[in-house]
């Protein structure tokens, strides 16, 4: 506690970011540190468990201590413990969650353990003060692709979600399959700049006329088809156009579905939340198709969208307020359901 | 033993077929490119199997369990792993021993972890958009799924 506010120091490590921050009153960040692990999983062309849970484990306590230097303020200041508890990768969540009990049982302080999916969509009350619910939320991250409503702070349903592959997993290997580094998200953003993105007519499975669910593996394997049909004919492949071509399929299914649901469920505030809605293609898109439609968007920068314990303390100050700690034998899960 | 799969269809006839054949302890191991068709098949033996929890691709999870069918379904997917020493750190030897059944997707990346008595399905792009080759080794009946 600081001049009367609540000081939380949160924690997530479910995939390949080591990160720490400190919020006051759970909407305020007054440090976000994030140490990336990106450049040690490119060599594999994706994150490798070990490798990720030995480099949490070398992280961790360094990258906490900064966030709270960063914040300018020390063990004794904080009031909470906030945590991601699930899902992603069960060696690398139990670091955050082992060191997060370790201070919570050294400080005396209480713990509360976070969904990492509920948390993304936390990340949109950070810069947006008068934010509130109910509103439409689109998860889309190398794992998920989530259209979820959330009716209050601790309050979600989920409307639709990915059939086979998640919006990030078809970057990730549409880009491999092009010859494009990991992550595939930037590297296909780099490489559409230039690109037509009409230039080849990749599928949109929007599925059936009711439906809330995606599917972007047809698209994944018409990029493959694509590419085999044009080398089998020995024709060269012009990579802007194709990265273009399957950015803008992928791109204008989440915003048609993102709409669908919104005229559904009669929501009129719409925000995005995960690494993918950093891809400044979907952002453009989905800023124009909500202006059209009169729906209030909510973009979080993108430092916020990609994995990062400031919106883990967020999500875990809602928690806290409304249902209180957790106890200190709170586990890791890795397919924990939202 | 090869086969072409005309389509989607007879992709998923195969894992209905090896669902019948599943007892505890068989291990499927799918071999393919991307888009070949490896969680298509996974989905409609889990759909043989009785499970009706939707399964989806494990490359981020890289393990998924699926319960409420006849038999566990242990879904792995060794794409991002660096190699066997990974996914022996994964405990993958309690899933192959255990009272279930194992899917490893990109089991070449493991190829060395894989029980003898694996089913080894390997998957390839056929001539057109929607044909793929599929040929199988391992347990004789299993091959009878063909």
Request: glycine share 10%.
């Amino acid at each position: 506690m600081k001049d009367g506010h609540l000081l939380t120091l949160a924690m997530e490590t479910s995939c390949d970011e080591t990160a720490a921050a400190v919020l006051r009153d759970g909407r305020t960040a007054l440090s976000n540190v994030v140490s990336s692990q990106i450049d040690v999983h490119r060599a594999f062309g994706g994150v490798v468990p070990e490798i990720a849970s030995r480099c949490h484990l070398e992280r961790i306590n360094a990258v906490a201590d900064r966030a709270l230097a960063d914040a300018g303020i020390g063990f004794g200041d904080v009031d909470l413990i906030g945590v991601t508890q699930g899902p992603g990768l069960v060696g690398a969540l139990l670091i955050g969650l082992a060191t997060a009990k370790a201070y919570a049982l050294a400080l005396g302080k209480p713990i509360v353990g976070v969904h990492h999916i509920k948390a993304h969509i936390c990340a949109a009350y950070i810069e947006h003060a008068s934010l509130a619910p109910p509103f439409l939320a689109l998860v889309v991250s190398g794992g998920h692709t989530d259209l979820v409503r959330v009716s209050g702070y601790n309050a979600y349903t989920v409307l639709g979600r990915t059939r086979d592959d998640a919006a990030g997993e078809a970057f990730d290997k549409a880009a491999r399959a092009l010859g494009l580094p990991y992550p595939g998200g930037p590297a296909i953003d780099d490489a559409a700049q230039n690109g037509d993105a009409r230039a080849v007519a990749f599928k949109r499975a929007l599925l059936e006329k009711d439906s809330l669910d995606f599917s972007f593996s047809g698209v994944k394997t018409g990029v493959l088809n694509y590419l085999n049909t044009e080398r089998q004919a020995g024709r060269a492949v012009k990579v802007a156009d194709v990265a273009a071509s399957f950015r803008e399929s992928v791109v204008e299914v989440l915003v048609a579905k993102t709409l669908r649901a919104a005229e559904m469920h009669g929501e009129t505030q719409v925000v995005m939340a995960g690494g993918v809605a950093a891809n400044s293609r979907l952002r453009a898109a989905m800023d124009e198709a909500c202006r059209a439609k009169g729906l209030r968007l909510y973009r979080p920068s993108p430092a916020l969208c990609t994995d990062n314990a400031a919106m883990v303390g967020t999500a875990a100050y809602f928690k806290y307020a409304e249902e209180g700690a957790d106890d200190l034998d709170l586990d890791a899960f890795p397919n924990l359901p939202l | 033993m090869e086969r072409l799969l005309r389509n989607e269809n007879e992709t998923e006839a195969l894992g209905l077929a090896l669902a019948a054949k599943a007892r505890p302890g068989t291990v499927i191991a799918l071999i393919g490119d991307l888009g070949t068709g490896k969680t298509t098949l996974t989905k409609a033996l889990a759909a043989g199997l009785g499970i009706a929890e939707r399964v989806t691709s494990p490359t981020f999870a890289i393990i998924k369990e699926y319960a409420g069918g006849r038999l566990p379904l242990y879904h792995f997917d060794a794409y991002r792993l660096g190699g066997a020493e990974e996914m022996y750190a994964l405990g993958f030897e309690e899933y192959f021993c255990g009272d279930g059944v194992t899917v490893v997707e990109w089991a070449n990346l493991v190829e060395e972890l894989l029980p003898e008595d694996a089913i080894v399905v390997e998957l390839a792009y056929g001539q057109s958009a929607d044909e793929r080759l599929v040929r199988m080794k391992g347990a004789c009946d299993a091959s009878a799924a063909l």
